[in-house]
């Protein structure tokens, strides 16, 4: 397991890593031992994996989400289970039955891991108070998580339609044989078209009020103005396919994006993007 696809948290003073393994979030069981008793995680897990109501939990889990479980192996670690000569290491396990629900990792990142479901049983075994907190701290990286795919998902978008949005200027706006120079002004032209309808500013005039801020004057954009931004941008696309002289376009995209902004910070119901950006 390399290190670029683990993560960590840390859980009441203890480092946990969780690795994506099958685009799916494999907790750290030996980092979770580790809480209970640093030199003894191996035993623990062991311990745990020979209780009986472990092994019956782990088996249901495969049964559900693994179709190449050994259900045969599986009725034959059950009997014995519980039984003082029992004993049962994750590889063993794995080996036997086929699981996926928990992995043996070697290596400088190794470890044993389990999948976030097994992980959180494990950790009531070790300490209910620790359970609670790991999924709290789960939670809380997995909200984030969310949050950054939301923010990117818009940016992208806004990239897409700008894309559709310089199409319609190349096709429409822009003459034949025209020199590099010309073509950039006509698509700056367009761009701080759209700066002023949405934001009353050019992105030059944004720059020289905001010397020590980060990016440009769309990267500052809070979700709601994105989306709008979106819009704009294949409305002016579509009054280009029009033939509509720049100074009607701009009068118009102004009174839309007045009307949309009002629209969408008024709906609660809009997502809100994390707004990371408030350094100026």
Same mark, same amino acid.
């Given at each position: 397991m390399s290190k670029a696809a683990t993560k960590k948290i840390e859980v009441l003073s203890s480092e946990v890593r969780i690795a994506a393994i099958n685009s799916q979030d494999y907790i750290c069981l030996t980092d979770i031992a580790r809480y209970k008793g640093k030199a003894t995680t191996d035993d623990l897990i062991r311990n745990w994996l020979r209780n009986r109501n472990t092994v019956e939990f782990l088996g249901?889990? *495969? $049964?559900?989400?693994?179709?190449?479980?050994?259900?045969?192996e599986f009725d034959g670690i059950k009997m014995q289970a519980g039984l003082n000569s029992f004993t049962l290491t994750p590889k063993q396990w794995i080996? @036997? =039955?086929?699981?996926?629900?928990?992995? &043996?990792? =070697?290596? @400088?990142?190794g470890g044993t891991y389990a999948h976030a479901?097994?992980?959180?049983?494990f950790a009531a075994w070790i300490s209910v108070e620790f359970k609670l907190y790991l999924i709290k701290e789960? $939670? @809380?990286i997995k909200e984030t998580e969310r949050e950054t795919l939301g923010w990117d998902i818009r940016r992208n978008l806004a990239k897409i339609n700008y894309r559709i949005h310089t199409d319609a200027i190349q096709t429409h706006l822009i003459p034949a044989q025209l020199s590099k120079d010309q073509i950039s002004f006509v698509y700056a &032209? *367009?761009?701080? !078209? !759209?700066n002023m309808a949405l934001f009353g500013q050019t992105a030059a005039q944004w720059r020289r009020e905001n010397l020590d801020a980060k990016g440009n004057i769309r990267d500052q954009a809070t979700g709601a $103005?994105?989306?709008c931004l979106s819009n704009l941008e294949n409305l002016n696309a579509l009054f280009i396919g029009q033939a509509l002289p720049q100074s009607e376009r701009l009068t118009r995209l102004n009174q839309i994006a007045i009307g949309q902004m009002k629209l969408l910070t008024a709906d609660e119901r809009t997502p809100q993007l994390p707004e990371e950006k408030e350094e100026k």
């Open positions: 249901l889990w *495969e $049964q559900i989400n693994n179709s190449g479980f050994n259900p045969v080996e @036997r =039955t086929g699981a996926i629900g928990i992995q &043996s990792k =070697t290596g @400088r990142y479901d097994i992980a959180f049983e789960f $939670q @809380r &032209s *367009e761009a701080d !078209l !759209l $103005q994105l989306v």
